[in-house]
């Protein structure tokens, strides 16, 4: 089921791929909005992973962690714990549904595209070209929101749920921290495409917990006030992750206002 839906969002992602000089216009605007909070760091972050043996590390989690990582989790939650399996592919699934409309809405080039000075670093250090003949298929303008990030963060979350030892669960959360900064590093996303990813992916799982219950079931026994119990501790996970993802695009909206408007790049 996952493997079907993931072919049907990226040939979802392909057929709605933005115009260029819009995508770029949309990205100058977000950097506009960057610079006026002061997060504007992306060149800094790929300056700083210049070396080669970082430029390669970044790389190659960028391409692992969709390709490699998703399915991976996703087969041995579903074999170690189910039930932490099912609320992440459901998660995952509500993600890409509520992220297409946005790709189609508002196309963004990612940094590496959008003539910043920023370098396409995984197609250097990479197996995987983002350039060429791998990109037929593939939206290069879907930048916004960066669901790299909301999914490293929700497998991060959901492995450290279902691990019983102490550092596995550290090992499982810093997963999202690492994704997010291999992302700006191989030019691929902004500071600002991490935000909205975090909270596109909240909102996914506020909406498959709610398709799914739709209120705490209720259960024979000893079992229904537990039932209850977990699904206001996983409700509550959700609003507190959905606050820390608004909280760090509070700079942003804040400075919307003085940003410039997106104006279409007409030299393609």
């Given at each position: 089921m996952f493997a079907a839906a993931y072919v049907v969002y990226n040939a979802a992602r392909?057929?709605?791929a933005g115009d260029l000089s819009a995508a770029r216009a949309h990205a100058r605007w977000i950097v506009a909005l960057e610079r006026s909070a002061g997060v504007s760091i992306e060149r800094s972050v790929?300056?700083?992973?210049?070396?080669?043996?970082?430029?390669?590390?970044?790389?190659?989690?960028?391409?692992?962690?969709?390709?490699?990582?998703?399915?991976?989790a996703l087969v041995w939650l579903y074999r170690r714990a189910p039930g932490v399996y099912l609320a992440l592919r459901n998660t995952l699934l509500a993600t890409w549904a509520l992220a297409v409309p946005i790709f189609a809405l508002f196309p963004v080039a990612p940094p590496r595209l959008a003539r910043l000075g920023i370098a396409d670093t995984v197609s250097a250090h990479a197996p995987v070209a983002l350039s060429g003949?791998?990109?037929?298929?593939?939206?290069?303008?879907?930048?916004?929101?960066?669901?790299?990030?909301?999914?490293?963060?929700?497998?991060?979350?959901?492995?450290?749920?279902?691990?019983?030892?102490?550092?596995a669960k550290a090992l499982a959360l810093s997963w999202g921290p690492v994704v997010a900064l291999a992302v700006v590093a191989t030019g691929n996303h902004y500071v600002f495409d991490i935000g909205g990813g975090l909270?596109?992916?909240?909102?996914?799982?506020?909406?498959?917990?709610?398709?799914v219950t739709g209120s705490p079931p209720a259960a024979?026994?000893?079992?229904?006030?537990?039932?209850?119990?977990?699904?206001?501790?996983?409700?509550?996970?959700?609003?507190?992750?959905?606050?820390?993802?608004?909280?760090?695009?509070?700079?942003?909206?804040?400075?919307?206002?003085?940003?410039?408007?997106?104006?279409?790049?007409?030299?393609?």
């Open positions: 392909w057929i709605v790929q300056h700083a992973f210049d070396a080669g043996a970082a430029a390669w590390a970044a790389s190659n989690v960028y391409l692992a962690a969709q390709f490699v990582v998703v399915p991976a003949r791998s990109t037929v298929f593939y939206n290069q303008l879907a930048a916004v929101p960066s669901l790299h990030v909301g999914f490293a963060v929700a497998v991060g979350v959901a492995l450290a749920f279902a691990a019983r030892r102490a550092w909270v596109v992916t909240a909102l996914g799982f506020a909406t498959a917990r709610s398709r024979s026994g000893g079992h229904g006030h537990l039932h209850e119990v977990t699904y206001r501790h996983q409700a509550r996970r959700a609003r507190l992750v959905a606050t820390a993802a608004l909280s760090f695009w509070h700079p942003l909206i804040v400075s919307a206002r003085a940003a410039p408007r997106p104006q279409r790049d007409t030299n393609r």
